[in-house]
């Protein structure tokens, strides 16, 4: 029987609605609009067509954006003096600066001059720490929407082996911490290039989560029947976008799936704005 489709897009649609009702109690609330500044330098163009999707989900759900537009020759000085400024401006309560930044700049330097109280993405080390120790102040929003997507449709994790394929610092190694904390409570296994035999790790996974930038990388016979698939991976192709996973092929064996586009990604979108409207809170009062 082909898996159970985890549909992102309308999960992501509900949770803009309930988000656009929290906004509006906000506003009421405080007379202030959560406000989020993204900062973009150069001019790439996928970039831009990021950027400009944050700023169009802002809108719907009531939330504030501002856009700073960097040129590609900025200097690592200008950018961190305009994310100083940032810093201070009591109307901004997120800060974002979309990646990658041109390569005279520090990406690591820029991250941390964040103040981790607007850090929406968690990429700041303090909010990396707080999430390593099971007391987060901001969730990542790749790995956030993972986990969300597995909670909502009911998909427990609880005792579950999961296998997460792929060490990055803003998806795998965050969601394998988060799934392995207590209340998740799962076995992780986080694999990576250099994993021995990953067929047969993969194979083990109750829950498989794949995050490497290969396009349909992850074929049925890497699969245990019934699993759940997270396909994370957004690949660019002749075919248009695909994922990590062979969907067709692996739909056939799974319990369930998240297609791409339409899984992961809409998710992740809509968990910066839930940054936004949390670090207007913790800003602008005692929440
Ligand atoms: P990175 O390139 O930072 O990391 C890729 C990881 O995959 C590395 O840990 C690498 O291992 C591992 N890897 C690469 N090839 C293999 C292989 N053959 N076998 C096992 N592991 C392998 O990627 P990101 O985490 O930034 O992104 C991964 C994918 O997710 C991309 O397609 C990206 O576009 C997509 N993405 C999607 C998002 C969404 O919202 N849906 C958000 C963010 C990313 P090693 O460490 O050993 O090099």
């Known amino acids: 029987m082909p898996a159970n489709i985890l549909d992102g897009k309308s999960l992501a649609r509900q949770i803009r609605s309930e988000l656009r009702e929290e906004v509006i109690d906000f506003i009421e609330n405080n007379v202030t609009i959560p406000t989020l500044a993204a900062v973009l330098v150069g001019d790439d163009p996928a970039s831009e067509v990021y950027v400009r999707n944050k700023r169009r989900d802002c809108e719907e759900v009531g939330i504030g954006s501002?856009?700073?537009?960097?040129?590609?020759?900025?200097?690592?000085?200008?950018?961190?003096?305009?994310?100083?400024?940032?810093?201070?401006?009591?109307?901004?309560?997120?800060?974002?600066?979309?990646?990658?930044?041109?390569?005279?700049?520090?990406?690591?330097?820029?991250?941390?001059?964040?103040?981790?109280?607007?850090?929406?993405?968690?990429?700041?080390?303090?909010?990396?720490?707080?999430?390593?120790?099971?007391?987060?102040?901001?969730?990542?929003?790749?790995?956030?929407?993972?986990?969300?997507?597995?909670?909502?449709?009911?998909?427990?994790?609880?005792?579950?082996?999961?296998?997460?394929?792929?060490?990055?610092?803003?998806?795998?190694?965050?969601?394998?911490?988060?799934?392995?904390?207590?209340?998740?409570?799962?076995?992780?296994?986080?694999?990576?290039?250099?994993?021995?035999?990953?067929?047969?790790?993969?194979?083990?996974?109750?829950?498989?989560?794949?995050?490497?930038?290969?396009?349909?990388?992850?074929?049925?016979?890497m699969v245990k029947p019934g699993a759940t698939v997270i396909d994370v991976g957004i690949n660019r192709t002749d075919d248009g976008l695909v994922g990590d996973v062979d969907f067709a092929a692996v739909s056939e064996v799974a319990g369930h799936i998240t297609p791409v586009p339409g899984g992961v990604g809409p998710l992740t979108r809509v968990m910066l704005l839930v940054n936004t409207l949390n670090a207007a809170r913790r800003l602008v009062t005692s929440y």
């Open 66 to 221: 501002q856009l700073h537009k960097l040129p590609a020759e900025t200097t690592q000085e200008e950018l961190l003096a305009l994310i100083g400024k940032l810093n201070k401006d009591d109307a901004v309560h997120g800060i974002l600066v979309q990646l990658p930044v041109p390569e005279q700049i520090d990406t690591d330097r820029v991250l941390e001059a964040i103040s981790p109280a607007k850090d929406v993405d968690a990429f700041h080390p303090q909010n990396v720490g707080r999430l390593v120790q099971n007391r987060p102040v901001y969730l990542p929003c790749t790995p956030h929407g993972c986990v969300q997507l597995l909670k909502r449709n009911n998909i427990e994790t609880s005792g579950k082996h999961v296998v997460v394929v792929g060490r990055s610092d803003i998806v795998g190694k965050p969601l394998s911490v988060m799934l392995a904390q207590r209340g998740a409570d799962a076995t992780v296994t986080l694999c990576h290039s250099r994993t021995a035999d990953l067929p047969s790790v993969t194979r083990l996974a109750d829950i498989l989560v794949v995050a490497i930038g290969r396009p349909n990388f992850i074929t049925a016979d």
